[in-house]
């Protein structure tokens, strides 16, 4: 009985927007850390371009306050973990699960490294330059604001519309919701002043990679999916460092 219990709440309650931003929040909370050493006293800083894209939306194209941003961004996280809070009743909540999914985050973590390392080509989402703590800021940022941006966002508003508007099925609207949010993902790693150059090969990559983590986004949810790709992207930034090791 108690096994049942406790297979049947940690897979269907993680999944909870709930426990996935409660999940993240130690991650974010290192990831502006790490922004604010990295850059102290300087006039500029680097960050994801998913975050840098979400805060001029919501400031208004970058005119707005840092500090309006900040304010709306934990108006908006606390308040969907409010609406959700019924997880947590009649003694769901479970610190356990939390460490699960870490150890689940890196299980997905080695089946997409296997999945990429089959193409010879393992793809970096965040600039390659030599200098190791801004590379490990910048992978949590793109765990966190990536996910946000392309499997939360564009995914869910590619479902609304399909299903909605278009009258799709549920099935058939998954498939094309996270086909095009992949797309969108892998033309996004292109676009700015730190962009990538474009080849053909490395955006089918990447639209693979927005297709595996599309669909783990679809069947774990947002947490799960941020700290494996978290995880990816650090194992990358740490290979040429193991390999020295080695």
Known sequence: MTDEYVTISY????????YSLLFIFPMLFLYESMCWIQYFGQS??????????????????????????ALLLMIVLFGVM????????????????LLLMIVESLVWCIGFIIIMSASEQLLLSIMERNIIPEQ?????????????????????LALSFLTKIVGYSGIYSVIIAVIFSAIIFSL??????????????????????????GSLYM?????ITV??????DMFIISMPVIFIAA
Do not use: C
């Not at 960050?47 to 194209?61: K, S, W």
């Not at 910048?138 to 869910?156: Q, S």
């Open 82 to 97: 409010f609406l959700n809070r019924r997880v947590v009743r009649n003694g769901k909540f479970k610190f356990t699960f």
């Open 219 to 223: 069947f774990r949810g947002f947490g």
């Open 188 to 213: 996004f790693h292109y676009l700015g002043p730190f962009g990538d150059n474009f080849s053909y090969k490395s955006f089918y990559l990447r639209t693979l990679a927005g297709i595996f983590l």
């Open 136 to 156: 490990f800021y910048l992978a949590i940022g793109a765990g966190i604001w990536e996910e946000l941006l392309f499997r939360v966002g564009v995914i869910g």
């Open 44 to 69: 500029e800083e680097i960050r994801n371009g998913a975050d840098v894209l979400i805060r001029q939306i919501i400031v208004g194209m970058g005119n707005g306050s840092e500090i309006v941003y």
């Open 227 to 232: 700290y494996t790709h978290i995880f990816y």
């Open 11 to 18: 897979w269907n309650v993680t999944k909870n927007i709930y």
